[in-house]
């Protein structure tokens, strides 16, 4: 009795967590789906309170499906990659040749408020609160 009573706990965890991973990836999926659907622009970003948008005017933000991302400014493209992790609600991003201002978009960013065409993010370097609020272009 003892023995299928502990299978059936086995097989009861082991469906819980199938079926957890399967929503999981559905998740993931669907943010995959949104975040590369389209273009994104910098619609605001603060550095130590610092309101620096200005410095990312013009640029546009493409991120593709094998996580690379491109920046692009006036037809010049900056190549780096991103990844996103539904679990920590974070984003990274990584432009490893660049230089301002998108090196200011390299770290792990976590993501404070999000919606189908807007994210909001947050990320602290050396006691420097950096916030960023992406939105997709029309």
């Not at 605001?44 to 620096?52: K, R």
């Not at 037809?75 to 990844?83: I, P």
């Not at 609600?89 to 090196?103: D, E, K, M």
């Amino acid at each position: 009795m003892k023995k299928s009573t502990l299978a059936l706990l086995l097989l009861t965890i082991t469906f819980a967590g199938c079926s957890k991973k399967a929503v999981q990836n559905a998740q993931s999926d669907m943010l995959m789906q949104v975040i590369t659907d389209g273009t994104w622009y910098v619609f605001n970003y603060t550095e130590a309170g610092v309101d620096i948008t200005a410095n990312f005017a013009n640029y546009v933000f493409k991120f593709n499906t094998n996580n690379t991302v491109d920046g692009s400014l006036n037809g010049a493209v900056t190549s780096g990659t991103w990844s996103s992790s539904i679990s920590s609600q974070t984003i990274v991003a990584n432009f490893p040749s660049a230089g301002a201002p998108l090196s200011k978009l390299n770290g792990t960013w976590l993501i404070k408020d999000s919606y189908l065409d807007y994210v909001k993010a947050e990320l602290t370097v050396s006691g420097v609160l950096k916030q960023l609020h992406l939105k997709k272009r029309p």
